[in-house]
Structure formats: C-alpha cells, structure tokens
C-alpha cells in the first residue's frame, strides 16, 4: 500500500498565512486599496498639541469677550467694570494671537484668517482706521473764516494741592480764545465743595467773560451770547450731584454762533473700592444710569442746535467715538500723535501707564479742526490738556 504525504505550504516552523489561519478573512492581493488606488480606510486624523488646542482656544474665548463688548459697553451698568479695559488691549493681544497662529500647523491656514477679524476692530476701537478725524493745518489756508484756539482741561480739583500763582500762571500762559475747564471745585472726603475764584480770574482775564455751571467753568474772549444753564434745588451740593455734567455756551465768532460744550461726565467706579461690596455695587449702577442720563441730554441738545457745535472735555470713557457716540452728524477728531494710540489719562496721581484716553474732541457744522494736541498740565493734574484750533466760517 502507498500514502501519499501531503505537505504544508508554508514553512513548517513558521505560522501560516494570515489568510491561511482558520477563520481569517480572505487575503486581499490588492494591498487593502481600491481599483483607483485610494485606501479603503484612510489614517485617522492627528490629534493637536496642547499649544494648539491653546492657541484656538485663546481665540474662541477673545472673540466671544470682543462680541459682549461690543454689545454691553454703554448700555449694561455692571460691564462698566470691564470698559475699564484700555482700549490698545483690544489690539495688542489679537496681534499676539496672530503672531503666533503659524505655530499652530494643523489649523493656520483658517485660524490667521478668523484672528484677522479681532485685529481690524481692535485697531478702530484703538484710535486707528476710518472715521477717526485728524487735524487739517492746510484748512486754514485759502478758506474764509476766523480761526479760534480752545484750551480744554480736566484742572483736578483746581489749585486744591497747587501753588495758586503757579496754577494761575500756567492757565494763563495758554493765552487761548476760549477755556473750557472741568473740576473747578475742591473735596472735602466725599463731599464736593463750592468755590468761588472769580475775582483772581478776573485779574488774570480781564479780556475774557466768565461762566460757571457747578463745577464746570468757561471764559471766553470771544462775545458770549448766551448760556443754558440746568435749575437745580436750593439744597446742599445739589449743585453738584444734580446740575448738568455738560455745560452750554453759545459766542459769537465773525457773524457765526458758535456753541460750546464743556463736558465731564460722571466716573464709572471709585478706584479703592472693594468690588465685592454693595457700596461698590450700588454706586456702579448709579453712575451708569446718570452717565447714560447726560449723555441722552447732550445727544437730544446736539440734535436740536441749529448752531455749529464743539464738545470737548473728559468724558471718564475711552470708548467715546468708537462704541458711545453723540450723533450721526457728530464728528470725533484724534490729536496729533505718533504710531502709538492716543492717550490722555493718568499724567500724575496713580501708578499706572498712560493708556487711557479720557479726554475727547468732537463738532458739528462745517468746523475744521486746524491744529489739535495734547499738552501739558501734568504738574497740577491727572489728566492731559487739550489744545485746539478751528476755524470757524
């Protein structure tokens, strides 16, 4: 008799074929790809670094802050707190964001593109771009009209910790047309106190009218036509708390009524308070509604001037022009400046940077802005002068 043996076709130390094991699915001699040579299964996506993940994290969460702060400045009292928030923040860190989006490879070439969108508004929130109105020293020339200069300033408190001849003798050395000046009271803790520096004025002005609103105070070379003062209650520092916080003056300049308007609007918050309390709180809300209050006069005011207007003072915002405006006839005016944003607050007083900018410049009417800057005063204030010239037709 004859066996015949039969062999094994794989080595016989060795395990068979995968396609040979019992249960295996069949051998695809195609390599696992299709007839076009596309892979049935392509490789799963690569997961993203943590600095990825960081990186268009960092930018979702701007984005959505960037959109409630375009939202809530000026109309919810407790973002009051975040509008604080210097306004080249809004542009420095999306710049940082874009910078470094190249580090994130598997995301860059959407994510410097989306970053893009939060640089362009921050830079117009900073002071840059469109519909930020700079001086035009040629207006002057060839144009009919009577150029004026305007000497606008935050006094802080007026001569209250200063030399009196030395304050003097600075607001004097302006030799300006017109000085619209705010904060021409002293302080007593947290009471306000009335004074009364006509006389010395009158001795250091005597070419110029002198108008006072509480603590607001003009004087005018330029004829004064006529005021617009608020009645207040014949009670203790109602003048202050109740009176306007935008003083009206109307002169007269060639044949033209020009309106003046010398602004300083309420303080968000008192820097000190602990803002966990109620008091902090409290006043928030308070400061808000009385800021929206005065702003709606001065809008409503504007709107019904048939005069050509100019509102200049310290506003206690920096968001003026850019997401709180007075107007859409109202055009707001940047200084003279380099690269960097235009800042005004705080000169003295306070250990912080200068980013703020606190102190605005706006007209209506055909008024040119011949000549704007910010000057000096930081030896008796914490904010920067505002030196202007117009030419009024």
């Known amino acids: 008799m004859f066996v015949t043996e039969l062999r094994p076709t794989h080595p016989p130390d060795g395990p068979p074929p995968r396609g040979d094991r019992p249960g295996a699915p069949p051998t695809d001699p195609s390599g696992g790809k299709t007839a076009d040579g596309a892979a049935d299964n392509p490789p799963a996506r690569a997961r993203w670094c943590l600095g990825t993940r960081l990186l268009v994290g960092a930018g979702a969460l701007w984005t959505v802050f960037l959109s409630l702060h375009l939202l809530l400045t000026d109309r919810w009292w407790p973002w009051l707190v975040i509008e604080a928030t210097p306004p080249v923040a809004f542009l420095a860190i999306p710049l940082l964001l874009l910078a470094a989006s190249p580090l994130a490879r598997p995301v860059r070439r959407w994510l410097a593109p989306a970053l893009l969108v939060p640089v362009l508004v921050g830079a117009h929130l900073a002071g840059y771009g469109p519909g930020w109105g700079n001086p035009d020293p040629g207006a002057a020339h060839g144009a009919a009209g009577e150029e004026i200069t305007v000497f606008s300033w935050n006094a802080d408190y007026w001569d209250m910790d200063d030399d009196p001849d030395a304050f003097h ?18 302080w007593e803790g947290e009471d306000p106190i009335l004074i009364d520096d006509t006389e010395r004025l009158r001795e250091e002005f005597p070419d110029h009218e002198i108008v006072v609103e509480g603590e607001l105070i003009t004087l005018s070379r330029l004829p004064v036509v006529a005021v617009h003062h608020r009645s207040v209650p014949d009670r203790e520092n109602a003048w202050y708390w109740q009176g306007r916080k935008t003083q009206r003056t109307d002169v007269l300049v060639g044949d033209t009524t020009l309106s003046l308007y010398n602004s300083h609007l309420p303080v968000p918050f008192r820097v000190g308070d602990n803002p966990l309390s109620e008091r902090f709180r409290s006043f928030l809300a308070q400061q808000h509604q009385w800021r929206t209050e005065e702003l709606d006069w001065l809008r409503k005011d504007l709107a019904d001037n ?29 200084p003279e400046r380099g690269p960097a944003p235009a800042t005004s607050w705080p000169t003295a007083d306070y250990p912080l940077p200068r980013l703020w900018r606190l102190d605005w410049l706006f007209t209506s009417g055909d008024i040119p802005v011949t000549g704007y800057r910010f000057g000096g005063g930081a030896e008796f204030s914490d904010h920067s002068a505002q030196e202007i010239r117009l030419l009024v037709p």
Do not use: K
């Open 169 to 186: 003798a600075f607001l004097r050395e302006q030799d300006a047309d017109v000085y619209l000046l705010q904060e021409y009271l002293h």
């Open 306 to 334: 048939p005069h050509p207007a100019v509102v200049t003072g310290d506003f206690n915002s920096p968001w003026m022009g850019s997401l709180i405006d007075l107007g859409p006839d109202v055009r707001t005016h940047t």
